[in-house]
Nanobody, 113 residues
Framework: QLAESGGGLVQPGGSLRLSCTPS????????VGWYRQAPGKQRELVAA???????IRDDSVKGRFTISADNAKTTVHLQMNRLKTEDTAVYYC?????????WGQGNQVTVSS
C-alpha cells in the first residue's frame, strides 16, 4: 500500500509537494514515482526514481519538478515548482517491479488563478 499526501490548489507559478510512503520499505527493489491524469486525457508518467537512484522525468516537467527520496529511503517526494494550469490533474503514486504495480489513492493538484 502507498500512502500519499500533498496536493491542493495553487496559483500559476506556485509550488506544491507530493509525498508517497509505501507500507514497507520497497525502494531497494521498486521504481517509485507518479503518474497524472487530467480530465479527458490518458494517464501519463510524470517522474520516477529507480531502486538505483536514477530519476526519470517527462519532458513537460523537466526544470520544474524534482523527484527525490529521503535519506532513510522510506518516502519519495515530488517537488513541483513553477506550476502551470496544464499541470492540473489527479496525481497517482505508484511502485513498480517487473509486472507488479501498486497504486496510491491519488491526490488532486489544481493550478488556477
Amino acid at each position: 500500500q502507498l500512502a500519499e499526501s500533498g496536493g491542493g490548489l495553487v496559483q500559476p507559478g506556485g509550488s506544491l509537494r507530493l509525498s508517497c510512503t509505501p507500507s514497507q520499505n520497497i525502494f531497494s527493489l521498486y521504481t517509485v514515482g507518479w503518474y497524472r491524469q487530467a480530465p479527458g486525457k490518458q494517464r501519463e508518467l510524470v517522474a520516477a526514481i529507480t531502486s538505483s537512484g536514477d530519476t526519470i522525468r517527462d519532458d513537460s516537467v523537466k526544470g520544474r519538478f524534482t523527484i527525490s527520496a529521503d535519506n532513510a529511503k522510506t518516502t519519495v517526494h515530488l517537488q513541483m515548482n513553477r506550476l502551470k494550469t496544464e499541470d492540473t490533474a489527479v496525481y497517482y503514486c505508484f511502485a513498480s517491479l517487473d509486472q507488479n504495480t501498486y497504486w496510491g489513492q491519488g491526490n488532486q493538484v489544481t493550478v488556477s488563478s
